[in-house]
Nanobody, 121 residues
């Protein structure tokens, strides 16, 4: 079993910054891609940023130049540094990871429980 735990969400004023963290724990053999998704009220879940185990990154156009994804493989942790936040960034942010556990020979998709980010004055 694997658990992804996010932290770092909260209330911030427009133009402010937040740093989200996501730590994977459990019977982990290997972690491939880790990513951050958002889901605003009444909308579907959308990809913000991804990072591979080789540190290749991919960003949604709406966050390029403002958000930076990184990871610490020794800690099984991914981070999302969010700068120049806008009211439209308000959403629940979910961590995603593609993980192979010690009992499997294939990778599976795992999700965290989400953390609320609210950008408001």
């Amino acid at each position: 079993q694997v658990h992804l735990v996010e932290s770092g969400g909260g209330l911030v004023q427009p133009g402010g910054s937040l740093r989200l963290s996501c730590t994977a724990s459990g019977s982990i053999f290997s972690i491939n891609t880790m990513g951050w998704y958002r889901q605003a009220p009444g909308k579907g879940r959308e990809l913000d940023a991804q990072i591979t185990d080789g540190d290749n990154t991919n960003y949604a156009d709406s966050v390029k130049g403002r958000f930076t994804i990184s990871r610490d493989n020794a800690k099984n942790t991914a981070y999302l540094q969010m700068n120049s936040l806008r009211p439209e960034d308000t959403a629940v942010y979910y961590c995603n990871a593609i993980i192979r556990t010690t009992s499997m020979v294939f990778f599976m998709n795992w999700w965290g429980q989400g953390t609320q980010v609210t950008v408001s004055s």
